[in-house]
């Protein structure tokens, strides 16, 4: 199992332009979470999705949408990028987020907007 | 704001054992108490979580207070590769109107020294 894959590991943007991040896994599971973690600071939740079709708020949703595409995939797009959006985004997922198990983390999308 | 208090940093001898304290005085019943560690900037990875009891598995050992308000995080022979910033989490679960989010810190920043 590969676990959870995030594509691209790097990208550099220029204001106002826009990008979709990636997110998949293979473990079957339910829940599947983005986070995004600026220099020195813990993770903050962006959006979350409980399970296929449904999605939710975070911590910090402003300027960010999400799809569920399938029970695998989960993307974050920035429809027009800001330089307060560099940071380095976790995709993360969990069996079942009902239960309190555990999230997998993937390892990152390092983002830099310009 | 996350509901936990941690020192910002901690040395730890290697070989030796390494306990990291963790203040949450205004947990609730239905509250768990969950730690992560992050690896140099890798994705958090899961290490231990309880509600009451301690608990102990493959990677460390969770000491909770009888009244809840703190707990202790025990790595009992630490080793270089422990080397990380560790994050303690208290999270209820997702039928709490919370969604079961976990709600990062800043943790602490474990240096395992030779």
């Known amino acids: 199992n590969a676990g959870v894959t995030q594509t691209p590991k790097f990208q550099v943007l ?10 998949a896994q293979d473990m079957n599971h339910n829940s599947m979470y983005w986070y995004r ?21 975070g911590e910090v949703p402003n300027g960010y949408n999400v799809s569920r595409l399938n029970k695998r995939e989960f993307s974050l797009r920035l429809e027009s990028a800001a330089p307060s959006q560099t940071s380095v985004y976790f995709c993360a997922s969990s069996p079942d987020d009902l239960f309190l198990d555990e999230q997998y983390f993937g390892p990152g999308t390092r983002l830099t907007v310009t | 704001d996350a509901k936990t208090t941690q020192p910002p940093s901690m040395d730890c001898a290697e070989g030796r054992a390494a306990n990291l304290p963790c203040n949450h005085s205004t947990i609730s019943g239905n509250e768990y108490v969950y730690w992560y560690r ?77």
């Not at chain 2, 890798?42 to 050992?61: F, R």
């Open chain 1, 37 to 57: 973690q600026d220099p020195g600071m813990g993770l903050r939740l962006i959006y979350y999705s409980a399970s296929e079709g449904t999605t939710d708020k």
């Open chain 2, 38 to 114: 992050q690896i140099h900037s890798q994705g958090p990875q899961y290490i231990i979580h309880g509600l009451k009891n301690n608990e102990t598995n493959e990677m460390a050992s969770l000491i909770i207070t009888e009244d809840r308000k703190s707990s202790t995080l025990i790595l009992p022979h630490a080793t270089l590769r422990d080397t990380a910033v560790y994050y303690c989490i208290v999270r209820v679960p997702v039928y709490y109107n919370q969604g079961g989010k976990l709600i990062f810190g800043q943790g602490t920043e474990l240096s395992v020294k030779p």
């Open chain 1, 14 to 23: 220029k204001t106002g332009q826009s990008m979709t991040l990636q997110c």
